[in-house]
């Protein structure tokens, strides 16, 4: 796993000045009444843990509802609901629930309770992530009342991992619920640490310690999660002592937060790939045009398109001066240190003539016209990012206009509109970080041809399509011998990273601020979570 590095900064004049500044940072809790306050960057856009499976939105769930199987801050599993779990044969695992477990409202954890949260969780209406490509390939059922039996189609080593994605949910509260009723709170019931309060959709969203919790007790009685987008703005509350907690600091403000009075840094790589997304299932894409505005055939089918695109683009440059360093080149779908990792993928290094010279090979010495499509509130300075890769792309003659939107609106777009409920758009930027710590994830959910009836290529929303690397794929999925599913994934990476089935851009490096009072150890997944964070000693 990736190493992190925790900076806490400030001496003891730094100190005296915090005292001033923060009115006593040590009190923090007490003239808070144990409340801890919160900013992210992205907005949660919904409290239903089905409904999207996004950092903002995953992090809130993770408070109000446990999962089977937890991930720890490198994200290795740990137990959650189940105290324990063993493969019972190649295709059968089973898994014993922890005692005494009770939702909110005082009913108690039952294993229905716990298949008719994975039941749900594929068939959720309007959900912008369909957990069937964790789920789809298994059937779960009751052994006793502390018993869950899963089975699996074919040998499927990552049950543990996959189980990890979906939260647990009440089967008495959740029949027949709403992803409305879980934002107004009338079904929002788990077993989790905390308590749902409140939630304003764009404003924030409540929660008090739920005291019967099973597991350690968070030290605060109430906490608060308010998205602030602008990136100054959420450093100016944090210093102003309007919140305790920033997550996604900008980069352009870590020089200054390094020196800061009263402020700590926790800085991690991610486990979270962004890149560029290219339409490959459409004879004519919609936002693709000559350079004269007429309709041409789509030309991100054309490999050498594809090829061009990855050489017009100087990924360092971006990293170095968009990111100001808080980013890391990319070159495969995840970095360093997770499994499936491909030392042997080389990055790509800029190389205009010969982007230029492919294009003309492809029929399109001219180039042509694009639009790319982006969020601009869900990644550090995406809309930079996504400005500054137009103009890369305009420089070899692919004329790219930009059109960046709030992530709730993106996503919906970036997820339908198209064929087979694919993208509305052409080609754009986005994020995917492997839920499960691995490639597998990515592999399954990115580069996998779309298959909703088997939950493969959830995520591969402009349908790249390879069936050799699909048999690939699902062959290392059913290997139980690590050495050998890795050795599979790896050169499924080394294909897919030729085919330019996607183009990774880079890999965030995850900054926190926090008043100096208190600590967190950044995870690899980048969720921010309050019941980790803790006064310091």
Not at 207 to 224: L, S
Not at 297 to 303: C, E, G, R, V
Request: contains cysteine; proline residues 5%; aromatic residues 8%.
């Amino acid at each position: 796993m990736n190493v992190q590095r925790r900076t806490f900064l400030g001496g003891a004049g730094a100190l005296l000045a915090a005292a001033s500044l923060f009115q006593g940072a040590r009190v923090l809790a007490a003239e808070r009444d144990g409340t801890l306050t919160i900013a992210f960057a992205s907005e949660t856009s919904s409290v239903d843990p089905h409904w999207h499976i996004v950092t903002a939105n995953s992090s809130v769930s993770q408070h109000i509802f446990d999962r089977l199987v937890h991930l720890d801050a490198t994200q290795t599993p740990v137990p959650g609901l189940a105290t324990a779990w063993k493969s019972v044969d190649d295709n059968t695992w089973e898994f014993v629930l922890r005692e005494g477990v009770t939702f909110h409202d005082g009913a108690p954890l039952t294993v229905e309770d716990v298949i008719f949260s994975y039941e749900r969780a594929q068939n959720v209406p309007g959900a912008i992530f369909n957990l069937r490509a964790y789920l789809g390939d298994k059937t779960f059922e009751k052994v006793d009342e502390k018993t869950l039996r899963v089975r699996t189609q074919q040998s499927n080593p990552l049950v543990p991992i996959e189980l990890s994605t979906t939260a647990i949910i009440s089967r008495r509260i959740g029949e027949g619920a709403t992803s409305a009723d879980y934002n107004s709170g009338k079904a929002a019931i788990g077993t989790g640490p905390f308590k749902f309060v409140e939630y304003v959709p764009g404003a924030r969203i409540v929660m008090e310690r739920h005291d019967a919790y099973w597991g350690a007790k968070p030290e605060w009685r109430k906490v608060v999660i308010q998205p602030i987008a602008v990136g100054g703005s959420r450093v100016a509350a944090l210093q102003a002592g309007d919140v305790d907690m920033i997550d996604s600091v900008p980069p352009a403000d870590i020089a200054h937060l390094e020196s800061a009075a009263g402020v700590a840094l926790e800085r991690g790589v991610a486990n979270r790939m962004i890149f560029l997304s290219f339409d490959q299932g459409r004879k004519v894409s919609p936002f693709v045009r000559g350079k004269d505005g007429s309709e041409i055939p789509n030309p991100f089918l054309d490999l050498r398109v594809r090829q061009a695109i990855n050489l017009a683009i100087d990924k360092k440059a971006i990293a170095a001066r968009i990111l100001e360093g808080n980013g890391q080149a990319a070159e495969q779908l995840v970095p360093p240190g997770i499994f499936g990792h491909n030392a042997g993928i080389k990055l790509v290094e800029p190389d205009i003539a010969k982007a230029k010279a492919l294009l003309a090979e492809a029929g399109l010495p001219d180039g042509f016209r694009v639009t790319l499509h982006g969020p601009n509130d869900r990644f550090i300075r995406d809309t930079a990012v996504v400005q500054a890769v137009a103009q890369m792309l305009t420089r070899i003659g692919i004329a790219t206009e930009v059109e960046t939107m709030p992530g709730t609106v993106f996503y919906k777009r970036a997820s339908g509109g198209g064929p087979e409920d694919g993208s509305e758009f052409s080609f754009f930027l986005i994020g995917y970080g492997a839920a499960t710590g691995e490639v597998s994830a990515a592999l399954r959910n990115l580069v996998h041809s779309f298959d909703k009836s088997k939950g493969f290529g959830s995520n591969n929303r402009l349908r790249y399509s390879n069936r050799e690397l699909d048999a690939m794929i699902e062959k290392g999925l059913g290997t139980l011998d690590d050495d050998a599913r890795r050795a599979l994934f790896e050169e499924v990476c080394a294909r897919a990273m030729n085919d330019v089935a996607v183009l990774p851009l880079y890999y965030p490096i995850s900054v926190w601020g926090m008043k100096n009072s208190l600590t967190y150890a950044g995870r690899t997944d980048e969720r921010t979570l309050a019941f980790d964070v803790t006064m310091k000693a």
